[in-house]
């Protein structure tokens, strides 16, 4: 399914719910099995991938794009860190079925979670991404790529602070500001509030 074409108006995005769990978990399986694009090392269970789920719906968006009934990819928004000034930042995620990939997907993808970000007075948005010192067979930098594409900007970088499959790799941050910072900016609404 490499190199398909798909007709993008049959793709449509909804929330997702926690009974998507196997078929969300079945995209992030190759993230984890096959690149360093997660610093994650073991596959997590259906159960404890629900459970993140449940957490994070409990606040902020999490959707999935799907094409003629198959869940093709997901995204979205958390806790930034844990602190109350801090609640107008987000983390951003967005993983894409690896047959999709360069479909637009992800941009489909972001655009809707900026919309529902801008609803709940989210103001930046930040997304951590893993990169190499030279591109290899796990990880390149088309994760910093596509965020640049998007509007992201360059923050900072740690050097060297995720080790898998056997190498050192690099964490980049980048950052989106979606509004202006006040010194009265609208409470952040949860995203099970927006109306």
Sequence with gaps: MTNMNIDKSKISIRTARPEDASDLLEIYRPYIEKTAITFEYDVPSVEEFRNRIIRITKKYPYIVAEYEGTIIGYAYTHEFYGRAAYDW???????????????????????????????????????????????????????????????????????????????????????????????????????????
Aim: charged content about 25%.
């Design 89 to 195: 930042s987000v983390e951003t995620t967005v993983y894409i079925g690896m047959e999709y990939h360069k479909m637009g997907i992800g941009k489909l993808l972001y655009a809707e979670i900026e919309k529902i970000s801008r609803r709940q007075n989210i103001l930046n948005l930040y997304a951590c991404i893993s990169f190499p010192d030279v591109d290899d067979e796990y990880l390149t930098r088309n994760s910093i790529e596509f965020h640049e594409h998007m509007g992201y900007r360059f923050i900072g970088e740690f050097r060297k602070c995720g080790y898998k499959f056997d190498r050192w790799y690099n964490m980049a941050w980048m950052e989106k500001i979606l509004g202006e910072h006040t010194a009265s900016n609208p409470k952040v609404i949860p995203v099970n509030e927006l109306s």
